[in-house]
């Protein structure tokens, strides 16, 4: 059974810093993994996708990277910014067509 | 291109009584999938749908629970008979008709309250 791990669970940081956050996985069997955002009582933004094949991928300030082998991707977010508080979801998928397996999230506070 | 489509907002039932969630996937999608996020838990996969097929229901509760993607107009997440513990945001997701990438797009969710 899949399970995903996400470090730290909470992280709070002045406006500015660079910052990483971490997702693990226990099966590399997947078929792409992907972050998102969610804001307090809101839906879910995805950020990006990253397929198996893949290392990397990068959108503006955000850069995820993907160790399928090691079971591991991280965030990286560049600048940051107060805009960029939220809490942060790693989800990875088994197949083409299958259900999402969340981490429980990194709950981001950037300081103004 | 309007996103994904759910309604209502916020739902409000009684113990004992039914829940109708709705929603609506971004046009071109014809793959749904519904999570269910409770109260300091992680999004859990509940049920794939595609039109008027169950594909995989592997994360539903076996009672009380039934999903359905009709030919036309929304997918129903129904729950019966609801109990405190059905007290979460509901959330569906959409993917497009070939999901070869399977990057799915979230809805605002519903956020159903049991009294």
């Known amino acids: 059974k899949q399970e995903v791990t996400q470090i730290p669970a909470a992280l709070s940081v002045p406006e500015g810093e660079n910052l990483v956050l971490n997702c693990s996985f226990t099966?590399?069997?997947?078929?792409?993994l992907q972050w998102f955002r969610q804001d307090p009582g809101k839906g879910l933004t995805s950020l990006l996708l990253?397929?198996?094949?893949?290392r990397e991928q990068t959108s503006g300030r955000l850069n995820a990277s993907l160790d399928k082998s090691s079971g591991r991707s991280t965030l990286y977010i560049a600048a940051s910014q107060p805009g960029d508080s939220a809490t942060y979801l790693c989800?990875?998928?088994?197949?083409?067509?299958?259900?999402?397996?969340f981490g429980k999230g990194t709950h981001l506070i950037i300081q103004p | 291109n309007a996103g994904v489509m759910q309604n209502p907002r916020h739902l409000v039932r009684r113990r004992g009584q039914e829940a109708r969630l709705r929603c609506s996937p971004m046009?071109?999608?014809?793959?749904v999938y519904w999570y269910r996020q409770l109260p300091e838990e992680g999004l859990k996969f509940m049920v794939y749908?595609?039109?008027?097929?169950?594909?995989?229901e592997s994360g539903m509760p076996k009672e009380r629970f039934s999903a359905e993607f009709p030919k036309e107009g929304p997918s129903i997440l129904r729950i019966q008979q609801v109990v405190r513990g059905d007290s979460a945001a509901y959330f569906c997701?959409?993917?497009?008709?070939?999901?070869?990438?399977?990057?799915?797009?979230f809805g605002p969710g519903t956020r159903l309250t049991v009294l």
């Open positions: 997701a959409s993917s497009p008709t070939q999901p070869s990438y399977n990057e799915q797009f």
């Open positions: 099966d590399s069997a997947i078929y792409n």
């Open positions: 990253i397929q198996s094949s893949q």
């Open positions: 989800a990875v998928v088994r197949g083409g067509a299958d259900g999402l397996t």
């Open positions: 046009k071109g999608h014809s793959h």
């Open positions: 749908l595609q039109k008027e097929n169950i594909i995989d």
